[in-house]
């Protein structure tokens, strides 16, 4: 008797320390998903629909378009001119090949998704005034706007997609 007594204990002290276990998991992931704080509060959103490689296809017909996502969320140039001051204050400087126009582009588009949960702000690649070159493309009330990530210019001269991703 007392020996089952003491193997029924070893499996409740091993399940109680799996529980255990589980909640400390819980509770750090908790503390670091609390972190995502953004600054600009949108003011109009709307879903853009399921016609989003189309309406790129129709800007840019010969580029590499990868829409990954079902549905899309864009919202007003006025409140992208918001979300894109916010973003800029932590877009470190450029350093050629280790943080350059690419990391740019896709840290852009990262922290947006993380801040704003907008999946419209694509990851573009093409030619450009200053030679071949990676940006952002985003989803406003009037259709597609390039945006250079670098400085927060939207519909820079010259800019020509030849890779479009959108997530
Ligand atoms: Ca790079």
Known sequence: MGRWRAIVIAILSYVAGGIVAALAV?????VQRAAVKPRHEIEEEFEVGSGIAR?????????????????YWGCS?????????DVLRDVPV??????DCDNFAILFSALVAQRY???????AIG?????????NLIR???GWHIL????????????WCDFILCA
């Open 94 to 99: 450029y350093k050629a090949e280790r943080f």
């Open 127 to 135: 030619t450009s005034p200053g030679g071949y070159h990676a940006w």
């Open 77 to 85: 140039m006025a409140d992208w001119e918001a979300i894109i001051a």
């Open 26 to 30: 819980m509770a750090h992931e908790k």
């Open 148 to 159: 250079e990530p670098q400085n927060g210019r939207v519909d820079p001269a010259g800019y």
């Open 117 to 123: 949960q907008l999946n419209t702000c694509a990851i």
């Open 55 to 71: 309406e790129l296809r129709g800007v840019w017909p010969e580029a590499e378009i990868h829409a990954w996502d079902g549905r």
């Open 140 to 142: 406003a009330e009037d």
